[in-house]
T-cell receptor, first 113, second 114 residues
Framework: DAGVTQSPTHLIKTRGQHVTLRCSPI?????VSWYQQVLGQGPQFIFQ???????GRGNFPDRFSARQFPNYSSELNVNALLLGDSALYLC????????????FGPGTRLTVT | DQQVKQNSPSLSVQEGRISILNCDYT??????FLWYKKYPAEGPTFLIS???IKDKNEDGRFTVFLNKSAKHLSLHIVPSQPGDSAVYFC?????????????WGLGTSLAVNP
């Protein structure tokens, strides 16, 4: 069975640009969460989506947005990129919004120059 | 404010011996705890979890112990193998209304030496 997939693997952007990251959850999983991991830190929660609705939002500015599609895949959008947005962006899927275990994709490494 | 703390950034263990990774938390509302293993350039891999109503959960070479009164949990790996070398993250699951999110520690880098 395919695990969580994310694209692209790596991305280099310039300050002020916007970026779209994509995630496909494990088949049968309806919940997708996004996390940002800065080097040397643990992942920080950005969003959770379940059944196409936002269920939770972390402490991130409005430049960060996301959505979930009818097939449960998800996009994370970041506008007006800052140098500090450089990080590994992780997508995790789980069967339901209240599921304890979350299963992670390989991440997208975003570098902002 | 770090709600989940892993105070040892690194740990080195001899192959075949026990590895003990520690984690402390501050929020008594956490009701589920998880350990993830992470290799460079990969996403975290779920290892083992424990509910706050239990004090021990075992899965093969991995055992997690929870001491609620001390707000402390530990992951024991025995026997340790070189392939266990990775960064280990402790995470706490919190019920934030109609969703769940994971609060993570900073990780402990484990090196198992042959």
């Amino acid at each position: 069975d395919a695990g969580v997939t994310q694209s692209p693997t790596h991305l280099i952007k310039t300050r002020g640009q916007h970026v779209t990251l994509r995630c496909s959850p494990i088949s049968g999983h309806k919940s997708v969460s996004w996390y940002q991991q800065v080097l040397g830190q643990g992942p920080q929660f950005i969003f959770q989506y379940y059944e196409k609705e936002e269920r939770g939002r972390g402490n991130f500015p409005d430049r960060f947005s996301a959505r979930q599609f009818p097939n449960y895949s998800s996009e994370l959008n970041v506008n007006a990129l800052l140098l500090g947005d450089s990080a590994l962006y992780l997508c995790a899927s789980s069967p339901y919004a209240q599921s304890h275990e979350q299963y992670f994709g390989p991440g997208t490494r975003l570098t902002v120059t | 404010d770090q709600q989940v703390k892993q105070n040892s950034p690194s740990l080195s263990v001899q192959e075949g011996r026990i590895s003990i990774l520690n984690c402390d938390y501050t929020n008594s509302m956490f009701d589920y705890f998880l350990w993830y293993k992470k290799y460079p350039a990969e996403g975290p891999t779920f290892l083992i979890s424990i509910s706050s109503i239990k004090d021990k959960n075992e899965d093969g070479r991995f055992t997690v112990f929870l001491n609620k009164s001390a707000k402390h949990l530990s992951l024991h790996i025995v026997p340790s193998q070189p392939g266990d070398s990775a960064v280990y993250f402790c995470a706490a699951s919190t019920n934030a209304g109609n969703n769940r999110k994971l609060i993570w520690g900073l990780g402990t880098s484990l090196a198992v030496n042959p």
